[in-house]
């Protein structure tokens, strides 16, 4: 199988774009992968500029190492596999179609915003608005599959359609806030504010920190669409699934002050 | 009066076929909180399911699940209903689902068949909700949940519908004794029941009324067997050896023709197997000719 290699020559002094490179790999220029155009400090440089770039461009890209200043790393991918060693910056998996982008250390903000399919796993904590809407956009995260190890910022799934946000640890304030539909399920539970405004779509955790007024408390349920959902994810996501829980959950559902038929689902142990 | 034919085990077989038709056939799974509630929906759902001419679609259990087969991990049922066209079983599956899965306490529906045309379920069903129903992609499945009186109608947008099936395969058992042609259907009935992707959709899967084509009765499209109907030996024109005293028939659906194949097949071999210790002497086949039926299943090589 082919793999290609990225290593940063040195610690960037600018932020560095990757937001181009799927598209650069796609169609590769003269002079081949090192001459993919990509943007440091907002201009325009050649990938072989930054990076020292070693194999065969393929279904595989790794990173060996990362940087907090390596931006839409991921973005746009429709298949293969991408693994980062280290730390990742702002907007990576941005409008990711399929594939799998695995990073292994912290992500930036804006994480899988536009997202419409594939998985990304994380194994360190993710910043703010993850899976959620950029401007100028209708929808956040329309599809796939978001893992973090770690915690979640604030607003993730903002205005989010479709797909599965995992937390291992908590989410942070308004988790779900103007949420249309998916799921985002926070195993160490979500911050204040969480589904403000949400239309549609489930959150699932242990606990909330300040449930919201607008969230009407309809009890304790064992519901069907749980098991289900436990099913699909375990046969789609394997040990990435989220942790099995009962499915008898304490559900509220809201946000009244919209229209109300999201669901806030507190498991019960 | 059918003469030739081959002796196995104390049994004639009848040189003969089945004439079968083509269908379309479509599958759901129920499941509920117990076996005894899936089974207890799936026979309600597959009441008045006999033939597709009274009925409306021909309907029958396919076989039990285990929590591990089905998508919810809860006991579960398989059903199939055969029509003549996708659109015969639409209405069917609205309403017999909406009747008798969605009314019955802790089931959930799914579809059990992945064809090229859908059959709307979940679609329609989701409007009893009132606007308090969501819906939910998992696995690329859309579902509806739907609010009922003890919790959560969860149901699957579509099932397939496969128009390929085939309707109207068949075996006719005929004895010297009424009791013992009963326990031998029985068994067939049951090593029938091991197939899959087939139904035997008469009441306990065998038929006492097998018809013929017309009537002298004007707007009667079958009626009585004459030729079949052993208290009527003497008076017609009768296939029926002179110790004849009973017929009875097992009609097939399957959603393919090799299904309905093997379930002939294994239907035989029971047969074979224990019929001439019970009275069965005979194993004929129901056909028109083979002039109407695109399927054709000689009994001869099914043994």
Redesign the interface.
């Known amino acids: 199988m082919s793999r290609l290699t990225l290593k940063l020559k040195s610690t960037p002094v600018n932020r560095i774009d990757l937001s181009g490179l799927a598209a650069g790999l796609a169609k590769l220029p003269a002079g081949g992968v090192e001459r993919i155009v990509i943007l440091s400090g907002g201009k325009p440089v050649w990938l072989g500029d930054v990076f020292t770039v070693s194999g065969t461009a393929g279904s595989d890209i790794a990173f060996e190492g990362g940087s907090d200043r390596l931006d839409g790393v991921g973005a746009g991918m429709t298949g293969g596999t991408l693994t980062v060693d280290g730390n990742v910056g702002d907007g990576a998996g941005t409008g990711m179609r399929g594939g799998r982008l695995e990073i292994r250390g912290n992500v930036g903000g804006m994480l899988a915003s536009g997202m419409k399919g594939g998985i990304i796993h994380v194994t360190g904590s993710a910043g703010d608005f993850l899976g959620a809407v950029s401007a100028g956009h209708r929808f956040g995260m329309t599809g796939g599959n978001v893992i973090v190890d770690g915690n979640i910022g604030a607003r993730a799934g903002d205005k989010m359609r479709?797909g599965l946000i995992l937390a291992r640890g908590t989410a942070g304030e308004a988790a779900g806030s103007r949420m249309i539909g998916g799921t985002i399920v926070a195993e160490g539970g979500f911050g204040p504010h969480a589904g403000q405004l949400m239309r549609?779509g489930?959150l699932i955790a242990p606990r909330v920190d300040r449930m919201l007024a607008t969230f009407a408390d309809c009890g304790v349920?064992?519901?069907?669409?749980l098991?289900?959902?436990?099913?699909?994810w375990a046969?789609?996501l394997g040990a990435l699934a989220p942790k099995p829980f009962s499915p008898a959950v304490r559900r509220f559902a809201g946000d009244l002050s919209a229209i109300g038929?999201g669901e806030i689902l507190l498991t019960i142990t | 009066m059918q003469t030739t034919g081959t002796t196995i085990n104390g049994v004639l077989i009848d040189d003969t076929f089945a004439e079968a038709f083509g269908m379309s056939g479509t599958g759901l799974i129920i499941?509920a909180d117990s076996e005894k509630w899936a089974l207890q929906c799936a026979v309600t759902l597959t009441g008045f399911g006999t033939s597709v001419i009274g009925c409306g679609a021909e309907c029958g259990i396919d076989r039990l699940l285990s929590p591990d087969e089905t998508?919810?991990?809860?006991p579960g049922v398989r059903v199939l209903m055969f029509g003549f066209s996708p659109d015969a079983l639409i209405p069917q599956v609205a309403n017999r689902v909406g009747q008798c899965v969605l009314t019955s306490p802790g089931s959930?529906c799914y579809a059990a068949v992945d064809g090229p045309v859908a059959i709307p379920l979940g679609t329609t069903l989701r409007q009893f909700g009132d606007g308090?129903q969501?819906s939910?992609?998992?696995?690329g499945k859309r579902?509806w949940?739907v609010p009922v009186m003890d919790?959560?109608f969860?149901c699957q947008d579509k099932t397939g519908c496969v128009t390929d099936a085939v309707g109207g395969g068949n075996l006719l058992l005929l004895g010297h004794d009424r009791k013992g042609c009963l326990e031998v259907a029985e068994s067939t009935v049951a090593a029938i029941g091991l197939v899959n992707d087939v139904i035997t959709p008469f009441p306990g899967g065998i038929v006492r009324s097998g018809s013929k084509v017309g009537s002298k009765y004007a707007g009667m499209f079958a009626s009585a067997n004459d030729a079949f109907a052993p208290t009527l030996k003497g008076a017609t024109k009768s296939e029926l050896h002179a110790e004849t005293a009973c017929v009875l028939e097992i009609v097939i659906d399957g959603l393919t023709s090799k299904s309905v194949a093997d379930a002939m097949r294994a239907g035989l071999k029971a047969i074979i197997a224990g019929g001439a210790a019970k009275g069965v002497t005979r194993v004929s086949a129901g056909n028109y000719g083979g002039k109407l039926g695109q399927h054709h299943y000689h009994l001869r090589e099914l043994v």
């Open positions: 479709r549609r489930t349920h064992d519901l069907v669409i098991r289900l959902m436990a099913r699909g046969s789609e038929k | 499941t998508p919810d991990g809860r959930a308090f969501t939910r992609r998992v696995a579902y949940r919790g959560e969860v």
